[in-house]
C-alpha cells in the first residue's frame, strides 16, 4: 500500500570521480548498468516499491541524461496528480551543491513544504534491491532518529570517506569512525539513511549556522551520542561502484542466476527503468553466445561470451566479444576481437578491429567514438 | 467541442477468431500475442500513430479484458492525448434495447455518434488481425486525389490463392466496376485487405440506409460495399505493395511470425521511421547461459535461455533449461521448458510448463503421413506432464498428466 509519511531523496550526483570516465558526460545515476538500466533506477524503485510517494532527486550538473532518463517519473508510476518526482537542480550556483550538507540547506524549501514525518535517502553508488518498508518497521519500533543502512563486509577498495560503525546488542550506534585505517570484516554505511525529516531539517540549520559542513563528522560522528542513531544491515546483493573495474565486475556479476534473483526477481519489488521500446533480441544463424546477459533490440551475428550488452548492441558476422559491458546503439562490425572492453554508448567499431583489456583493468572507449 | 480530426481510424477488433482454437479462448484475436513481444493490435494502431491519424476508435465485443487492458489509456501508442487518442468502444445499453455489434457495418452503425464528435472528412475502417506496415495518410491522399466516395487497399496475391479473397475487379484508372467474394474462377488477383476509406458523410448515410434494410447482415463486404457500387458511387482499390499477411489461422499466424526470422521478409521490426510500438514488460535483459545454443531466433526480454533454440521466437520471460530443444516454434510470455523436452513446430501459450522431456509437435520430414502433419498447439497456463507426447496438428486445451 502506498502511503504519504516517507519522503525520498536521492543524490544522483556524488561519488562521480571515483569512475570519472564513464561520468564524463553524464550524473553517476544516469551511469547505464545491467544490460537496460541506469544507476538510479535502482534506489528509485527501491522507494517506489517502498510505497514512496515523493521522491526529490538532486543532481548538481551534467545532467541533461538525467533527466531525459527520467522524463515526468511516469516508468517509476511518479508522474502523479499528487507528489510525484522532484528533480531539484542547483538553484542558480552550483557551488549551492558543494557537499551534503549544503546541499540539503539549499533545498530547504523542499524539505519544509513536504508534510512526510520520515525521509529516506540514498545516493546512487550501491546497486541493490532493498525494502525501506522493513527499515522503516525497525526505525520506528527502535523509536531512532535516525537509521543508517550498512553492510558487514571488507571494505570496499577506494570507497570515498568510508564510515565505519559499531553497534550494541540493541543495534544502537556506539561509535563512528570515518576514513578509518582497517582491514577485515566491518559495518560500513552504504549512503542510504532514514531519519525524521524535522530532525534532518534541524541538524542542516546546525551545521550550517556553525559552518561544519561534513555530513559523517558533523551530523553523525559528532551527534551520535546525542541521539537515538541506529543500524539496518542489509544483507542482500549489494556492490558498490567505486572504481571502473568495480563497475565492470558488478555488472559481471549478474551471470551469477542467485545474483539476479536477488536484484531483479523479488516478485513484487521490480527494477523499472525508461523503456525504449525496441524490438526482441535478434540472434543470426551464425551465432554463439554464451553466459551474457542481452538487451532488447540487440543483433547479434557473432559470437558473444561472458558479456553484458545493453539495447541495441550490433555484433557483426565473425566479430567475438569476451568479457566486454558494451552501452546501448553500439555498433561492432565483421571480424572484430573485443576482450575486457567497457564500450560506451553510440560507438561505432569498424570491421577487423582489436580491442583488449585486462580483467584488472578493463579498456574503456568513449561515447560516440569511432574506433 | 472536440476539435476537428481529418481522419477518425476505426479499428474492428471484435472477432473471436475462432480458427485460432485455444489461442483466443480467453483473449481477442487482435490481442493474441505476436512477434516475441508485440500483439497483432500493435500493427494497426502503429500504423494509425505513424501515419498521423490522432483519433481512433477500437471496437470491441468477443473476450475484451485483456484487449481493454492492453490498449488502456493508449500512452504507448502516444494515443492518449487530451481531447484526442484511442477510445475502446464496446457495445451498450440504448434507450431502444441493448444490441451486440451484429456486423462489421453494425459496429460502425452503432458509434456514428463516436465519430461525429470529431466531425471528420474521413473515416478508416481497418482490422486487427493482420500483419503489415501501411502509411494509410498515402491512402487517404490518393482517394482525395480520384475525389472517391470508398478506397479499398488491395494487394496482388497469386492467382492460386485469389479464389480465397474478396476480388475486386477494376478498370483501367483504378476505379473498382465489380466485387467478386471468394470467385471459383478469379478475373483479377486484387485481394481486399480489409481496408477501407470513406467519405464520412457518405458511409454515414450508407450505415443508416443499412441499419433499416430487412435481411441485411449489417456486413461491409457482404451489404454496404455492393450497395454502393449499386448507386454508382466512385469506389477505387488502391494498390498496396509491401509485406501483408492476415493471421487468421493457426498456419498463417505461424508463418507470420517464421517471417520475422527470414532476411528476405520485407517486414522490418528494426526501421526506427516505422517503428511498432507495443507495451513493455518490467523485466531485466535475457540472460543466455553457457549451455545454451541459439541459432536464428527472436528472444524478448527476461528470458533464461540453457537449452537450445532454433528458428524460433520466444516472448518474455521465457526458461528454457539445460537439455531442452526449441525448434521452429513460437513460445508465449512465462513458459517454461523443462529439462529435456523437444518442442518442434508448435505454437504454446502464455504460462505453460513443458514437462522434462516431453515432446511437443514434430517436424515435417518426420511424419510419413503428410496429412497427420500440422502445427502443435498447446494453450495458456497448462502443464505437460513429463515424458508425455503432444502429436503435430494436435490443439491441448487441457492439462496433460506425467508419463512413466
Keep these: 500500500m502506498r502511503g504519504n509519511r516517507i519522503l525520498g531523496i536521492i543524490f544522483s550526483n556524488l561519488h562521480e570521480k571515483l569512475i570519472s570516465e564513464i561520468t564524463e558526460r553524464r550524473t553517476m545515476g544516469a551511469v547505464p548498468f545491467g544490460g537496460r538500466y541506469r544507476l538510479i533506477d535502482f534506489p528509485l524503485s527501491n522507494m517506489v516499491n517502498s510505497g514512496i510517494n515523493k521522491v526529490g532527486v538532486l543532481t548538481k550538473s551534467n545532467y541533461q541524461s538525467l533527466v531525459d532518463h527520467l522524463g515526468t517519473g511516469k516508468a517509476w508510476d511518479l508522474s502523479r496528480q499528487r507528489d510525484g518526482l522532484f528533480v531539484l537542480p542547483p538553484f542558480m550556483d552550483p557551488s549551492d551543491y558543494a557537499n551534503r550538507v549544503s546541499t540539503f540547506h539549499s533545498i530547504m524549501p523542499f524539505l519544509t513544504n513536504s508534510s512526510e514525518e520520515y525521509v529516506v535517502i540514498s545516493d546512487c553508488d550501491v546497486v541493490c534491491n532493498i525494502d525501506y518498508q522493513k527499515v522503516f518497521a525497525k526505525h520506528v519500533e527502535n523509536n531512532a532518529d535516525i537509521t543508517l543502512i550498512y553492510k558487514r563486509d571488507v571494505l570496499p577498495a577506494r570507497l570515498h570517506d568510508p564510515m565505519v560503525l559499531s553497534f550494541d546488542a540493541k543495534g544502537k550506534v556506539t561509535d563512528v569512525l570515518v576514513n578509518p585505517s582497517i582491514s577485515g570484516t566491518c559495518s560500513y554505511y552504504m549512503n542510504m539513511m532514514m531519519i525524521k525529516r524535522e530532525l534532518l531539517i534541524e541538524l542542516v540549520n546546525k551545521c550550517v549556522s556553525k559552518n561544519t559542513m561534513n555530513f559523517k563528522r558533523d551530523m553523525i560522528q559528532a551527534e551520535y551520542n546525542n541521539l537515538n542513531i541506529y543500524g539496518y544491515e542489509f544483507k542482500g546483493f549489494a556492490p558498490v561502484i567505486t572504481s571502473p573495474a568495480e563497475y565492470f565486475n558488478a555488472n559481471m556479476s549478474l551471470m551469477d542466476s542467485e545474483v539476479r534473483a536477488d536484484l531483479f526477481s523479488r516478485g513484487d519489488r521490480p527494477i523499472y527503468t525508461k523503456v525504449r521500446d525496441d524490438m526482441p533480441a535478434k540472434y543470426g544463424l551464425d551465432s554463439k553466445v554464451k553466459n551474457s546477459l542481452i538487451g532488447s533490440g540487440c543483433v547479434i551475428d557473432g559470437e558473444v561470451e561472458n558479456c553484458v550488452l545493453f539495447k541495441g548492441v550490433h555484433i557483426g558476422k565473425g566479430t567475438k566479444v569476451s568479457n566486454c559491458v558494451i552501452m546501448q546503439d553500439t555498433k561492432i562490425g565483421e571480424n572484430s576481437n573485443l576482450n575486457y572492453v567497457i564500450v560506451d554508448k553510440d560507438v561505432t567499431v569498424r570491421d577487423g578491429k582489436t580491442l583488449a583489456g585486462e580483467a584488472s583493468y578493463p579498456v574503456y572507449v568513449s561515447k560516440l567514438s569511432i574506433v | ?404
Excluded at chain 2, 478506397?151 to 485469389?162: C, M, S, Y
Excluded at chain 2, 505454437?347 to 518426420?366: L, M, Q
Design chain 2, 1 to 404: 467541442m472536440y476539435p476537428k480530426q481529418e481522419v477518425v481510424a476505426m479499428l474492428l477488433a471484435g472477432g473471436q477468431g475462432s480458427r485460432l482454437g485455444v489461442l483466443t479462448q480467453k483473449l481477442a484475436k487482435p490481442a493474441v500475442p505476436f512477434g516475441g513481444k508485440y500483439r497483432i493490435i500493435d500493427f494497426p494502431l502503429s500504423n494509425c500513430v505513424n501515419s498521423g491519424i490522432e483519433a481512433v476508435g477500437v471496437l470491441t465485443q468477443y473476450q475484451p479484458l485483456v484487449l481493454n487492458e492492453y490498449v488502456g489509456s493508449g500512452q504507448p501508442w502516444d494515443l492518449d492525448g487530451m481531447n484526442s487518442g484511442v477510445s475502446v468502444l464496446s457495445p451498450y445499453q440504448q434507450i431502444k434495447g441493448t444490441d451486440w455489434y451484429t456486423g462489421t457495418a453494425n459496429a460502425i452503425y452503432q458509434n456514428i455518434s463516436y465519430i461525429d464528435r470529431y466531425n471528420p472528412d474521413y473515416v478508416v475502417i481497418l482490422s486487427g488481425d493482420h500483419i503489415y506496415k501501411m502509411d494509410y495518410s498515402k491512402m487517404i491522399a490518393f482517394h482525395k486525389e480520384n475525389n472517391a466516395d470508398c478506397t479499398i487497399a488491395v494487394i496482388d496475391v497469386p492467382l492460386a490463392e485469389a479464389s480465397r479473397f474478396g476480388i475486386m475487379n477494376t478498370n483501367p484508372d483504378g476505379s473498382i466496376y465489380e466485387f467478386e467474394e471468394k470467385p471459383k474462377h478469379p478475373k483479377s488477383t486484387n485481394a481486399s485487405m480489409g481496408i477501407y476509406v470513406f467519405s464520412w458523410d457518405r458511409l454515414r448515410k450508407y450505415l443508416i440506409e443499412d441499419e433499416s434494410e430487412e435481411g441485411s447482415e449489417h456486413d461491409f463486404g457482404k451489404n454496404v460495399l455492393p450497395r454502393m457500387l449499386e448507386d454508382g458511387q466512385r469506389m477505387f482499390a488502391y494498390q498496396f505493395e509491401g509485406y501483408w499477411k492476415d493471421v487468421g489461422t493457426i498456419d498463417s499466424l505461424w508463418e507470420a511470425n517464421m517471417d520475422l526470422l527470414d532476411p528476405n521478409v520485407p517486414l522490418d521490426l528494426m526501421d526506427e521511421s516505422w517503428k511498432i510500438y507495443s507495451r513493455n514488460p518490467v523485466v531485466p535483459p535475457q540472460y543466455v547461459a553457457d549451455t545454451a545454443k541459439i541459432q536464428n531466433s527472436l528472444i524478448g526480454d527476461g528470458c533464461d535461455i540453457a537449452g537450445e533454440l532454433e528458428f524460433s521466437i520466444l516472448f518474455s520471460n521465457v526458461v528454457v533449461k539445460p537439455g531442452a530443444v526449441v525448434e521452429s516454434s513460437i513460445i508465449m510470455p512465462g513458459c517454461v521448458i523443462e529439462e529435456g523436452a523437444v518442442v518442434r513446430f508448435a505454437i504454446v501459450s502464455e504460462n505453460t510448463v513443458i514437462g522434462k522431456n516431453a515432446v511437443v509437435g514434430a517436424r515435417p520430414e518426420d511424419i510419413e503421413n503428410k496429412d497427420e502433419w500440422g502445427i502443435a498447439v498447446v494453450g495458456d497456463n497448462l502443464r505437460i506432464g513429463a515424458g508425455a507426447k503432444v502429436a503435430p496438428k494436435a490443439m491441448i486445451a487441457e492439462d496433460i498428466e506425467e508419463v512413466e
